[in-house]
């Protein structure tokens, strides 16, 4: 059974940083492609970053594009995303998904990850 665990959310002032981790289990972590994904309150859902099964592609929304960096340690079965620059729009839960065809690249379309864990929340103040 595949489980994705988020961590590392939490309060920052604007301009600060955090780091979340997605840790993996049930499968070979190695093969799929993951994303990180947000939701507002009010708003719908959006993806914030993805990145290859093996790490060599990425894909960044353009408003988080050079203030993020997600990466993976398939050796670790985890997935990262280092948030710079943290703004109060970036407020939200935050959700790492995954992809279940092994060696696919990944897709900004959320319909397209079936596996996602149970989200941490992020809050910036101003």
């Known amino acids: 059974q595949v489980q994705l665990v988020e961590s590392g959310g939490g309060l920052v002032q604007a301009g600060g940083s955090l780091r979340l981790s997605c840790a993996a289990s049930g499968r070979t972590f190695s093969s799929y492609s993951m994303g990180w994904f947000r939701q507002a309150p009010g708003k719908e859902r959006e993806v914030v970053a993805a990145i290859s099964w093996s790490g060599a592609s990425t894909y960044y929304a353009d408003s988080v594009k050079g203030r993020f960096t997600i990466s993976r340690d398939n050796a670790k079965n985890t997935m990262y995303l280092q948030m710079n620059s943290l703004k109060p729009e970036d407020t939200a839960v935050y959700y790492c998904?995954?992809?279940?065809?092994?060696?696919?690249?990944?897709?900004?379309?959320?319909?397209?990850?079936?596996?996602w864990g149970q989200g941490t929340q992020v809050t910036v103040s101003s």
């Open positions: 998904a995954s992809r279940d065809r092994p060696a696919a690249g990944w897709t900004t379309q959320g319909s397209q990850y079936p596996y």
